[in-house]
């Protein structure tokens, strides 16, 4: 039996519940002051004050003392596209110098870029780029990270995306999620061929990731620019007869009635959501589906940031997230994170806790085992060197990390992996 102890916590600041919070709730934050967490192999066996522990508990267990400091649920950022080779720096200076994002891909560049690069990777080299990410996003408190594929347009290349992402997860030292997003763009073999494309999406990638136990959730990018809604309807619909559930990259560019078809399908999320309309942002909430907002994709663009204070106070579970991929937003700064959802989005800070803790274990169906500090949970937490949760966003932009623990095992000392 593992003992862990937290001590002496400045703050313990967590959500309750083992659902996703909607509205005024999201601002329903525990703080525990003076607080410990006790764990008990891999589990967090109790929350508490520190004068509320047993002397004899303490005998045997590894003493984690968070004097001065705040300790959260670890962090989850529920939506990347961290499994890929190759950059594309010279396409955000075009971005900056006034160039559209479309028009870039217009030109060939944009995701096909990043397809080709990730094509000629080896799988042992996707596994060496994305480990290293990883290890960064546990630095930030990150301590369970969503990936998708997309960057393979063949069967092969989608199946090697996954494997990857599952080696990941099955290595550490954070939790990975897989995602089958063989459906992120019309592959350059076939853009005069549409459903061809789809026809391969539908009667072997999904069919093989399946078998092959690869793959937890389906995406599909819903757009004028990718796959239109009948295509994604099919996509989704043949993923779930696989047993898949369902993501939609929903209304980004423009309103593509990607919000009306996650909640006709029963999607666990809705991912973008900035030209949602009102009507299909309300068949999410009577569905279920979660908001899942990414605001370093908008900063990145220049485009408008999704709306964030209309969902949650129109009753929505909103969470948040990178969308860490080459192109958009070659970001997973949780502390750039932060600091925007408060200051561009009007989200407070005790909402913000909850769209990347107990929020984020929603949009990945996991609410009821991680994202918030409660008896039986997973001992996943990131501790803060900061004397307040205020200081998160307070202290804007800087890494403020200073331990990391998950399924009670220690990964990050002194902001550093162990």
């Not at 890494?399 to 623990?405: D, G, P, Y």
Request: one cysteine or more; aromatic letters at 6%; charged letters at 25%.
């Amino acid at each position: 039996m593992k003992k862990v102890l937290i001590v002496n916590a400045s703050q313990v600041v967590t959500p309750q519940g083992r659902s996703g919070k909607t509205g005024l709730t999201m601002k329903d934050l525990s703080v525990i002051e003076n607080g410990c967490v006790m764990i008990q192999d891999g589990k967090i066996l109790k929350v508490c004050v520190c004068d509320d522990i047993e002397e004899g508990w303490k005998v045997g267990a590894e003493i984690i003392d968070a004097t001065g400091m705040t300790v959260l649920p670890g962090l989850i950022d529920s939506h990347t596209h961290m499994v890929f080779a190759g950059t594309r720096e010279d396409e955000f200076s075009m971005r900056m110098a006034g160039e559209s994002y479309l028009s870039i891909m217009e030109k060939g560049g944009g995701i096909q870029r990043s397809i080709d690069a990730t094509r000629q990777a080896s799988e042992k080299e996707l596994y060496n780029l994305a480990k290293k990410r990883i290890e960064n996003m546990a630095k930030m408190g990150v301590t369970t990270v969503e990936a998708k594929s997309g960057y393979g347009g063949t069967l092969e290349d989608e199946i090697k995306q996954c494997k990857v992402a599952k080696k990941l997860n099955e290595s550490g030292p954070i939790s990975v999620v897989s995602t089958l997003m063989a459906a992120h763009t019309i592959v350059r073999e076939y853009k005069h061929d549409p459903e061809k494309y789809v026809k391969l999406i539908i009667e072997e990638i999904i069919p093989r990731a399946a078998r092959e136990k690869l793959a937890e959730f389906c995406d599909v990018f819903l757009e004028k620019t990718a796959f239109n809604y009948s295509q994604a309807q099919h996509i989704l619909t043949a993923a779930k007869a696989h047993g898949f559930e369902l993501k939609i990259h929903a209304d980004e560019i423009t309103n593509g009635k990607g919000a009306h078809l996650a909640a006709k399908l029963n999607a666990i999320s809705a991912e973008h959501l900035l030209f949602s309309d009102r009507e299909g942002l309300e068949a999410m909430r009577n569905h279920h589906v979660t908001a899942v907002l990414l605001p370093l994709t908008a900063f990145s663009l220049r485009e408008p940031y999704a709306k964030a204070r209309e969902m949650i106070d129109q009753g929505l579970v909103v969470a948040l997230a990178s969308d860490f991929n080459p192109g958009s937003c070659y970001s997973y700064s949780m502390p750039l994170l932060m600091a925007i959802a408060c200051l561009s989005m009007n989200m407070s800070i005790e909402e913000v806790i909850t769209a990347l803790t107990l929020n984020g274990a929603a949009a990945i169906n996991r609410a009821h085992k991680i994202g918030s500090i409660e008896t039986g949970k997973d001992a996943d937490i990131a501790i803060f060197d900061c004397p307040n949760y205020a200081h998160l966003v307070y202290h804007m932009g800087i890494n403020q990390v200073h331990t990391v623990i998950k399924k009670g095992e220690v990964i990050v000392r002194n902001g550093e992996i162990v």
